[in-house]
């Protein structure tokens, strides 16, 4: 028998929070897109895992820790639904064919390297490896995820990057994200890794722009990589269109520098970490717009 179809009700969802869109100040928009901890209640039906289990998929308070740049007149979208029930810093297509039932023959089978490891626009696995499904799931189901959430989020954030555009001539978006301590010990050597921005290998904005972001960082004791272990992924991809003065940068946090990865809480240095990371997002949005 096919497991039953999940029927949500999607007009109880919040799906982003925004702020400081209307007391907009510089030309720099922050995209929150993996902080939230939203679960539709119907989706425990069909998953195999619990909500601690799922949340390690989450980029851990990332929104939290800039959540005083709000108030510096620095325009932030947080997305609040969680990031194992659908991605938004994935394209649409992103699919991993045998995780449904009704897989559509006509489709397209896309492949990469994050849907092979199960983290394409609907994570098949948690961060741990663990099946997120107990058994196949519904394509059409994915697909009003899709309309409900993901391109309801898509196309807010494309109109604030258009409301900064109109406002300075130019936006800045920048990609706001944490990666997991043990990313480091998989590199091919023993190089630290405080902080990584990236831009799609010079691509997505000119190097003298990161650099500032970059330096104020090392000024504080960061070590900072560009590009690796991430250089961007489908935000800083999609929205990068220079000819139209749209410039996009990721920023990725090592988790263990101001959390505890196991009990999802704030460890003895968030205050200073919040503190400097702040300040140098700060920095970096007034050189932008002076």
Request: some cysteine.
């Amino acid at each position: 028998m096919l497991p039953a179809r999940i029927k949500i009700d999607y007009k109880k969802l919040d799906v982003y929070e925004e702020k400081a869109i209307d007391e907009l100040k510089y030309p720099l928009v922050l995209s929150i897109p993996h902080s939230g901890k939203v679960f539709p209640q119907e989706f425990f039906s069909i998953s195999s895992l619990s909500v601690e289990e799922l949340r390690a998929n989450e980029d851990l308070l990332v929104d939290v820790l800039l959540a005083p740049l709000e108030k510096e007149g620095i325009a932030t979208i947080k997305m609040n639904i969680a990031r194992a029930f659908i991605d938004v810093n994935r394209d649409k297509i992103e699919l991993d064919e045998k995780m449904f039932y009704d897989y559509p023959a006509d489709k397209i089978i896309f492949e990469n390297s994050r849907c092979r490891s199960g983290y394409g626009l609907v994570h098949r696995v948690s961060s741990s490896g663990k099946p997120i499904y107990s058994e196949p799931i519904s394509y059409a189901e994915v697909q009003e995820r899709i309309k409900n959430i993901y391109d309801v989020y898509h196309k807010r954030l494309s109109a604030i990057v258009s409301i900064c555009v109109q406002k300075f001539g130019f936006c800045m978006l920048l990609d706001c994200h944490s990666m997991p301590s043990k990313i480091c010990s998989i590199m091919q050597d023993d190089t630290k890794i405080d902080i990584c921005l990236g831009d799609l290998f010079a691509q997505s904005c000119p190097s003298y722009m990161s650099d500032v972001l970059r330096g104020s960082l090392v000024g504080k004791g960061y070590a900072v990589m560009k590009n690796v272990p991430y250089s961007g992924a489908y935000t800083t991809f999609n929205y990068c269109e220079p000819r139209k003065k749209i410039y996009t940068l990721q920023l990725e946090l090592n988790r263990a520098l101001y959390a505890n990865e196991q009990t999802f809480e704030p460890n003895q240095n968030f205050e200073k970490v919040q503190k400097d990371v702040c300040s140098s997002v700060l920095n970096f949005a007034k050189s932008l717009k002076a």
